[in-house]
Every structure is written in C-alpha cells, then in structure tokens.
C-alpha cells in the first residue's frame, strides 16, 4: 500500500483556506498514486480555535465543510481531522472517507493538558470500546474506538496525545489485540527545540512494540499565532524508518509517500536517536517560518523595528532577514512574494526575474547543497525584499554610545533594512520638565533613577509606532525570557509592539545564537553587538550600566527560571541546587541572586500579562497565555525568601 502523510498549513477557521490545502493535498497523494492519506490533527477547522470549541455552530460547520471533501476521495481513502459535537459535548475527531463516502470518525481518548495545551477546556476524552453514531441530513456514520479496513489492512488511530501515553494505556496496546497492522496518527505537536527526536523516538519505539507500520503526520507553521508546528511526517515498521521529511517547510502542503509492504516481515530493530539537533539552525528555521506565516496571516506589509544596535534588537533583524532568505530559497522569489501577500504583481514581475544558481561558499546560511547555492545576484535580490519587509529606526539619547550606533547601522546595511537614525532628547526634556514644574522640584539620577531610565524608553514608543501604522507593518518588541522573568524592562516603552518574537527565548542563548550567526550565516556587521556586554543604555553613559550588574549573571538567572518553573522547584531548594553545582560562588551570593530573581518575579506578573503575541520556540516559557500561569497579586514569596 502506498502510504502519505501531508502536512498542512492551516488558519483556524479560515474555510476557504483549509478546505484549498485540503484538496491540493488530495490531488497530490492521487497523483502520486497514494492509496492512504494521513491529514493532520484538526485539519478542516484548524487546531487553535480555542474556546470557539465550545461552541454549537463550529462543529456543525465543520460537518457541513466535510461534504465538500467526500467527491475529492474518489480512488483514495483520506484521514481528515474535525471536531463532533453530541450533547453539548465536543470530541475531537478523525473523519475517514473513500470514494466519496465517510466512513466513520475515530475519537481521541487522551487529552493534552500540559504545557502550550489546553484541551480539557475545549473537548472531552473519548472512552476506550465504546462507539456511537452520528447523523446529517438523514446519513448515519459510527463514531468512537473504531477500526477500519483498506485494501486488506487493518488501521486504527492514535490521535496526538494518544501516543504520548504510558505503554499500558496508550490505545495502540488495545488495537493490537483487535489485529490492526496500521497505526496512524494525525498530530498538532507543537515545536521545541530538540523536540523532534522525542517524536522519532515515540513512533519508532512504537512500530517495533506493537509489530505494526505507524503513518504520523502534523501541522505545519504558525498556525494560530504563538504555538509553531514543525510537519513532521514519519513513516516506521518494526523499529524500522521508512521515511523521515525535512521539518518546518514555508510550503503550504508538504506531502511525503512511501511504498509498504504489509506482507513482508521486517525483523524488530534496536530504535537509535537522531543526531544531536543543532538548535541554533533549528530555532532559525522556526523563528524564520513563524514570523512570514505571522505576517501574512495578520495580512501585514511588512515588519517595523526600533533597532538599539543591541542583541535582542539585533537578533530580531536578523530574524526578518533569513525569512526572506530561507523562504526564496525554498519557494522561489516570485512564490515567497506572491504569498507574502504585501507585493504588487508589478514588483513581482521586477524582483522575480529568472535567477541562475552557482556556488558561492561565502554566501550566508549552512554550508550544505540545498541552501549555499545563493548567488550575488540573488543576494541583492534578497536584500531589496528585506528593504521592503523591514523598517528599523535608531532612537538615540545623550546616553546612547557610538558603539550601539555603528552596530545598528552596520547591521541594517547588511542586511537590506531600511534604517532611520533620529534623537528623543527634545521629547525627554520635555515630559521631564512638566513633572519638575508638576511636583517643584527636579528629577535627579540621586532620587529618580527608575523614572528617569523609563521615561527614554516610554518616549521611543509613540514615534516608532507611527512609523508602523503610516507603514501598516507589525511593530516587533525585542523582549527576551529572561527579561520577561524579572520584568527588566519598561512597560509601553521597549515592550510596545504588535508581536515578541524571541520572547521565549533566554539572554544566554540570545547571544549564543548572534555569535553563531556571525559566524555560520556570514552576518560580519554582527561582529559590533557581539562585542558588547549587553546594557540599556538608560543611565549617563558614566555609569557604564550593564544589564549582568543591574541584575545578575544571566547564566544564573536562567538556570534559577528553570528551577524554580520547569522542575517546580521552591526558593530553598532552587538556594540548596545552586550552592551545590556552583561551587565556586559564594553561597551568600547565590542567595542575594534568588532573593533577588524571586522578588522581582513575583511583582511583575502584571507585565508578563501584557507582553505583545510571544512564539513558543524553547521547552517552556513565562507567557500566561501559553505556558506559565501566575497570580498577578500574590504574597511574592515574603515568607518563602525569609526563610533562606
């Protein structure tokens, strides 16, 4: 039997775009002489619909939208995923059709309720050996723990979660006793870094356990806004892969097949990991695809960026560059630009003319085939794309040094950026001089500090939000996690913007990845932010603010984050962790650190609550509306911390 998975990049409620991949999905399996086609988790009404779940009128939707499919299944059977709503209640489903007929919906038994997922909120489990059926317009289809059977194999669903199980529970143990050769799973797995292998290893394991062949298929790109899909699609028999597909594709339909023979008798194999994955390539592949899918979704022109010359603004920069770079490396420029969405067929005619290919070891990106064939000339071609997606402008003050300056510039230049370099001392003194005339009195760095710092970074907002509406751009906030952590920043000051990219990304690996970035992607203006110790740059130059001195090493700031809301550690015994694995800190100090990362924690939920739309890009992160739940008034750890 000739099996595919196809993933597909979906918008949730979006009927017309998902029934559109849908069908080229289907035409391209039947071209390709597919007899059985895995869709991914939820793919007719898209995954993210949140609490529209609950709702009457979306499933019953739903329903309706699925019988246009039915006449594209002529000669193939094809797994569509959809929500069924029965008494009030809303299962999540997969719809199984062939030559125009359903022939039943398979229902999820296990929920997500970890992490990035919130399904109990939205769907009930389905309950193992039970079916009911459900009726339309005087049709009646069976739905619940079904089997089917094509062309002589048996096949039954894990549905995502599903599989995620303990051995003992997990569905597959149960269709194995019915004789199902065929698993398969239609996923919404959200990407993390290093995630994939977690998968690879769950199907394989899972062929060679349960003797069977496991057909897995998930979403792909920025779906609904924050959470990214990665398009797995993995094929195993026995322990053995059968096929394995390049992840996070800027295609719409990424389709994979392969030929199983269910006869043959592949002997169990031992499951071996996956290569370490390189997680700097990997996140730039997914910070790449999450921001072009943000950005055309939001039906946006473009990207607009105060540009500091620092590492987050720096990296944020970078980030809207490779989009442009991976995207037409993969689709083509006249296919990157017409699914921007943003270019007239005027420009793409001009910037998308015919591009010869040759070698070039010192073009940007990994010294690899597929993505090393760029050429000056498409160089240039995707330097004028980025001039038209990205905007950045320098908001100088007295306290900003020529060092941050010549990074920003620099950096903008390399990368085709438009750049904009104005000051907002004239603002400052203004709005300072009101509160002196206010309160008679003057502001000093003695007795204002924090008042004095803020009102710069308040006072860059207004302008460079003009600047992105005039433009109809989406204004990117450059805060990271582990500013978001201790709310070292200013709120609607460097936090204003319409989406936080690197957000759920630490400092640490922020400036590991600027230097991987100079050094494998061939960006040499980073060279300036790299050499930089990391500051706001709020206070007179004098000072020589850092952001390690206001706060702490930002090594050991992560690693108290991790402690204390990954492994859900208390303050004692994140105190009696450190003081064990860095012996070479004074203990004393370790606890001025966790006092310190606890107090500021606890007082600046607030902030987390209005960060701007963050990716979800690491294994966890502190946004409270995707990962990390916090009471915005609490008693902050008063008697935890005295107790230390």
Not at 100 to 110: D, H, N, S, T, V
Not at 200 to 205: H, K, M, N, P, T
Not at 384 to 405: C, E, H, I, M, P
């Amino acid at each position: 039997m000739r099996l595919a998975g196809a993933a597909l990049n979906q918008i949730p409620f979006d009927w017309h775009h998902n029934l559109r991949t849908i069908r080229e999905a289907i035409e391209q399996a039947k071209a390709a002489g597919v007899d059985l086609l895995c869709l991914p988790e939820l793919s007719l009404t898209g995954y993210g619909c949140e609490d529209l779940f609950l709702s009457d009128w979306l499933s019953a939707a739903a329903l309706e939208y699925l019988q246009q499919i039915r006449p594209w299944t002529e000669g193939i059977l094809v797994c569509v995923g959809l929500p069924v709503r029965i008494d009030g209640r809303t299962y999540n489903t997969a719809a199984v059709l062939r030559d125009g007929e359903i022939l039943g919906f398979a229902a999820k038994q296990f929920l997500a309720n970890d992490g990035v997922h919130y399904e109990p909120r939205f769907f009930n489990s389905w309950r193992a050996g039970e079916t009911t059926t459900i009726a339309w317009q005087g049709e009646t289809w069976p739905l619940g723990d079904l089997v089917f059977e094509h062309q002589g194999v048996r096949f039954g669903f894990e549905i995502c979660e599903d599989a995620w199980r303990p051995a003992d529970d997990r569905p597959a143990g149960r269709l194995m006793e019915r004789g199902v050769q065929l698993i398969v799973n239609p996923s919404a797995s959200h990407f993390a870094m290093s995630k994939t292998d977690v998968r690879y290893q769950l199907v394989l394991q899972a062929s060679q356990k349960y003797n069977c062949t496991y057909l897995y298929a998930n979403l792909l790109g920025n779906e609904a806004g924050r959470i990214i899909y990665d398009g797995e699609i993995l094929v195993a028999r026995n322990g053995h892969l059968l096929l394995r597909n390049q992840l996070l594709s800027f295609k719409e339909v990424d389709l994979e097949c392969i030929d199983v023979d269910f006869d043959s008798d592949l002997p169990p194999t031992d499951v071996v990991p996956l290569p370490t994955p390189d997680e700097y390539r990997e996140l730039n592949q997914a910070l790449s695809l999450a921001l072009f899918d943000y950005m055309r979704k939001a039906r946006s022109r473009g990207f607009v960026l105060s540009l500091s010359g620092g590492a987050d603004s720096c990296m944020c920069a970078v980030a809207v560059a490779e989009m442009v770079r991976l995207g037409t490396a993969e689709l083509g420029t006249a296919e990157f630009m017409r699914r921007a969405g943003c270019f007239t067929a005027e420009e793409i005619a001009t910037l998308a003319g015919p591009v010869v290919l040759v070698a070039d070891q010192n073009a940007p990106g990994p010294k690899d085939a597929s993505l090393s064939l760029l050429n000056q000339k498409q160089k240039a071609v995707n330097q004028k794309l980025t001039g038209r997606l990205l905007t950045t402008a320098y908001q100088g003050t007295v306290n900003s040094s020529d060092d941050t300056f010549q990074s920003a510039k620099e950096l903008a230049d390399e990368l085709g950026g438009i750049f904009f370099d104005w000051t907002i001392d004239e603002e400052v003194e203004g709005y300072v001089a009101k509160i002196e005339h206010a309160l008679n009195r003057p502001l000093t760095w003695q007795t204002d500090d924090l008042a004095l710092q803020n009102i710069q970074a308040r006072v860059r907002a207004p302008g460079i939000w003009l600047l992105a509406n005039v433009q109809n751009c989406l204004l990117i906030t450059t805060s990271n996690r582990s500013e978001a952590s201790v709310g070292y920043c200013t709120m609607d000051g460097d936090t204003a913007g319409s989406i936080s990219p690197i957000a759920g990304v630490d400092k640490d690996f922020v400036k590991k990845w600027l230097r991987w970035a100079e050094k494998e992607l061939g960006y040499h203006a980073l060279r300036h932010v790299n050499a930089l110790q990391p500051t706001a740059e709020l206070r007179p130059l004098e000072d020589k603010q850092t952001d390690e001195r206001d706060l702490m090493p930002y090594v050991l700031l992560n690693r108290i984050e991790r402690l204390a809301f990954y492994d859900r550690l208390s303050p004692r015994q994140v105190l009696a962790t450190l003081v064990q694995e860095e012996a070479s800190t004074d203990a004393e100090q370790l606890k001025i650190y966790v006092k310190r990362f606890y107090s500021l924690w606890a007082r600046n939920q607030w902030k987390r609550e209005r960060y701007a739309p963050a990716f979800h890009l690491d294994d966890y992160n502190v946004d409270p509306r995707s990962w990390l739940r916090f009471p915005i008034l609490s008693g902050g750890y008063t008697q935890e911390l005295s107790e230390l």
